[in-house]
């Protein structure tokens, strides 16, 4: 019984710097929906995304992003970042019990005529500041098949990561 | 016989990878079992009617993550703030105190701006004023965590609703910053008045490890 939201894969780790989420893009679906079930950091960190193609790691200087921080503490900040190496998601601070909560949406990653998109948003905790949310989008601008992607921390490592990924029925 | 009955030995079974032919019975051992390839991952727990001033859920299931949608949600007064709190004693009470969110908004009236608050009574805000006729409010919310007992519980969120300077949508985060399990979830008014209408769907996402 299918219905509009697939589960396809997913993967965790504990005490690792990178999870890798391999052969989750097929030509079964356009867009994909993605949920951070679970995120504890080892240190203040941010939580960045890398693109996989079919030779490995997509590391070169063609992601974009735009995000607004949301902070319940003070003035919201925004961020523009053109021509980096990844796509920024969320910022969290690293005792265990403030974890994040997290998800985006990737959309067209295994066409190989179009650019890859994302969108996403997340709600965080920073101990003696407040609540810290992001809302974001952002590009990978190849037009490339990408497959895979992978999760991977500014600082230190992730203390536990859980990631599954869904397809959404068209 | 293998554990799900099959005679003679039957294949490993495993999510997306399910070999014979399967009774009724085996169907739902391997369903239970984590075992059953069975796409639809969205979980309906229960969806509701305003009937009362307030909705709550207070059966949330056994999930990490929970999506809620509300749909043409209408308040009896007007100037009051769509809200959610949530419990930790399965519904008895609501805790009203101890919230943080950030919101960023924007409406065809022209007002964008931020809203916040580092103690507030709902876990955020959901949408804005209104109860005149077609002042509805729609959106869904994520929530992660509410069941975990050793971490925070968080939510993000998008909504639109109608009121009186036009349409408006928001979205943004909310946390208690309270680590213990938050088992039930309502749906008010922050001035304390009554929803009239609409209806409300609590999901989980179903996770296989």
């Not at chain 1, 890398?50 to 607004?68: E, M, P, Q």
């Not at chain 1, 601008?141 to 859980?162: M, P, R, Y």
């Not at chain 2, 809200?83 to 964008?112: E, K, P």
């Not at chain 2, 729609?138 to 069941?147: D, I, K, P």
Request: hydrophobic share 30%; proline share 1%.
């Amino acid at each position: 019984m299918a219905t509009n939201l697939e589960f396809i894969k997913s993967a965790s780790g504990t005490s690792v710097s990178t999870l890798d989420i391999d052969n989750c893009f097929t030509d079964k679906y356009d867009v994909y929906k993605i949920l951070i079930t679970k995120l504890d950091f080892s240190a203040n960190s941010s939580l960045y995304i890398k693109y996989k193609n079919s030779s490995g790691l997509v590391t070169t200087s063609t992601y974009d992003y735009a995000l607004l921080n949301l902070k319940s503490y003070a003035v919201f900040t925004e961020a523009r970042v053109t021509s980096t190496t990844f796509l920024y998601t969320a910022f969290a601070y690293s005792p265990t019990s403030n974890a994040i909560g997290n998800q985006c949406y990737i959309f067209n990653p295994y066409d190989s005529s179009s650019y890859t998109l994302a969108q996403g948003q997340s709600s965080a905790f920073l101990n003696g500041f407040g609540s810290y949310g992001t809302k974001w989008i952002g590009v990978e601008k190849t037009a490339q098949q990408i497959v895979g992607i992978q999760f991977l921390t500014s600082t230190g490592s992730f203390d536990n990561i859980e990631i599954s990924v869904y397809g959404v029925k068209q | 016989m293998s554990e799900f009955g099959y005679i003679p030995e039957a294949p490993e079974q495993s999510f997306g990878n399910n070999k014979g032919i399967f009774t009724p019975k085996d169907i739902y051992d391997l369903t239970r079992a984590d075992k059953y390839t069975n796409y639809g991952q969205l979980e309906l727990i229960e969806t509701k009617t305003v009937s009362n001033a307030v909705v709550d859920f207070t059966n949330l299931g056994n999930y990490n993550v929970h999506f809620v949608t509300f749909n043409d949600i209408v308040l009896s007064t007007d100037n009051e703030l769509l809200g959610h709190r949530l419990s930790n004693n399965g519904g008895s009470s609501f805790i009203s105190t101890g919230y943080q969110f950030a919101i960023q908004y924007g409406g065809t009236g022209g007002d964008f701006g931020e809203s916040k608050n580092t103690n507030y009574s709902s876990l955020s805000t959901l949408a804005v004023t209104g109860n005149a006729t077609n002042e509805t409010k729609n959106g869904y919310v994520y929530y992660y965590n509410l069941l975990d007992s050793s971490k925070y519980s968080f939510c993000t969120l998008q909504t639109f609703s109608q009121y009186t300077g036009g349409a408006e949508g928001l979205f943004g985060s909310g946390v208690k910053t309270t680590a213990e399990t938050h088992n039930a979830i309502r749906f008010l008014t922050t001035g304390g008045n009554a929803l009239t209408s609409g209806s409300i769907s609590l999901y989980g996402i179903k996770e296989y490890s």
